[in-house]
């Protein structure tokens, strides 16, 4: 079975500009979350979604956003980017039920200049 | 609000060595605790699970204790490999409002020297 898939591995982006961030979870996972990881620090949450809808959002400005599609794979996408918003990236998938773990990617790393 | 630190922020040892690496938090209701091993520049990959009923869990060379009531876990590895450096995170997962967001550690980073 594929893990977490991630896409694109890499990304520059210009101040001010878009970009769209892609997961697929592990099939049969019906749960994707999102984490931020500025060098040095743990991961930080900013979002989860189950059964396409949001359960949760982390300390993130209105700038961050996601989505679920039917097949459970994700979206997060960040506009109006800052120097701030370089970091990794990071999908993780899960059953959705309490007691699961989590299955981590191998991220997206994302360079603001 | 739960706060998680790994003490400490590096530990460097001979190979072959047995290390322990700490974990704190400071709210005990959780559901579980997980530890990950991320290698420079990658993903997280989940080395052990926790459930709060438990009171530790091995794999292989690993073996990782929880102490819910003190807020307290470890991760032990035995007989320490070069292939063991890497930065060894863990993370807690709380009862209640939240349940579905991890928090983490800053993480551990180990070298293994040969």
């Known amino acids: 079975d594929a893990g977490v898939t991630q896409s694109p591995t890499h990304l520059i982006k210009t101040r001010g500009q878009q970009v769209t961030l892609r997961c697929s979870p592990i099939?049969?996972?019906?749960?994707v979350s999102w984490y931020q990881q500025v060098l040095g620090q743990g991961p930080q949450f900013i979002f989860q979604?189950?059964?396409?809808?949001?359960?949760g959002r982390g300390n993130f400005p209105d700038r961050f956003s996601a989505r679920q599609f039917p097949n459970y794979s994700s979206e997060l996408n960040v506009n109006a980017l800052l120097l701030g918003d370089s970091a990794l990236y990071l999908c993780?998938?899960?059953?959705?039920?309490?007691?699961?773990?989590?299955?981590f990617g191998s991220g997206t790393r994302l360079t603001v200049v | 609000k739960q706060e998680v630190t790994q003490i400490p922020a590096a530990l460097s040892v001979p190979e072959g060595e047995n290390l322990v690496l700490n974990c704190s938090f400071t709210?005990?209701?959780?559901?579980?605790l997980q530890w990950f091993r991320q290698d420079p520049g990658k993903g997280l990959t989940s080395l052990l699970l926790?459930?709060?009923?438990?009171r530790e869990q091995t794999s292989g060379r690993l073996n990782a204790s929880l102490d819910k009531s003190s807020g307290r876990s470890t991760l032990y590895i035995a007989a320490s490999q070069p292939g063991d450096s890497a930065t060894y995170l863990c993370?807690?997962?709380?009862?209640?409002?939240?349940?579905?967001?991890?928090?983490f550690g800053k993480g551990t980073k180990l070298s293994v020297i040969p």
């Open positions: 979604y189950y059964e396409k809808e949001e359960r």
């Open positions: 099939s049969g996972h019906k749960s």
């Open positions: 993780a998938s899960s059953l959705g039920t309490d007691l699961g773990g989590y299955t």
């Open positions: 926790i459930q709060s009923s438990q």
């Open positions: 709210d005990s209701a959780i559901y579980n």
């Open positions: 993370a807690v997962r709380p009862l209640g409002a939240g349940s579905y967001q991890l928090t």
